[in-house]
């Protein structure tokens, strides 16, 4: 069996985490180390390592996780300004392998500058 990762130890409450959302499909929590003033991480509760490995069966719950971008965003106040960021790989800067959405504000974040 492979180790939990910290988002499934987070998940199953054996580590405390800042509690932001919560469904039967995701949990959104404040990131520890926040790279903007509002930080926040919105995770699926089954295993998916990366985007990249998502296939069809998942359709239904990337959907969810969209949506809930949007319900996250209002939920905090940030719904017409925020960046999402999904890392995929360690050579993109992944350092949890299981897959999420960072939520961010507060920063301004671009790509055209
Ligand atoms: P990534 O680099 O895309 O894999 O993002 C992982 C994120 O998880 C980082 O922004 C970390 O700060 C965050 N993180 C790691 N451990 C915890 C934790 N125990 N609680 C909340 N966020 C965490």
């Known amino acids: 069996m492979t180790d939990k990762t ?16 919560e469904d ?4 959104a929590i404040e990131d520890i180390a ?7 991480l919105l995770i699926p509760k089954i295993l998916i390592n990366k985007i990249s490995d998502s296939a069809k069966e998942h359709q239904d719950l990337l959907g969810h996780l969209l949506l809930k971008v ?5 939920l ?9 960021i999904i890392n995929n790989g360690e050579k993109a800067g992944m350092t949890v392998p299981h897959l999420h959405l960072h939520i961010l504000s507060g920063k301004k974040l671009s790509i055209t500058s």
Do not use: T
């Not at 987070?10 to 405390?16: A, L, M, W």
């Not at 926040?34 to 926040?40: G, L």
């Not at 949007?70 to 209002?74: L, T, W």
């Not at 905090?76 to 999402?84: A, H, K, Q």
């Open 6 to 21: 910290i988002f499934q130890k987070i998940i199953d409450k054996e580590i405390p985490s800042k509690i932001i959302y």
């Open 24 to 27: 039967e499909f995701c949990i």
């Open 34 to 40: 926040p790279a903007a003033p509002i930080h926040v």
């Open 70 to 74: 949007g319900d996250v965003s209002r």
């Open 76 to 84: 905090l106040g940030i719904e017409d300004s925020f960046n999402v």
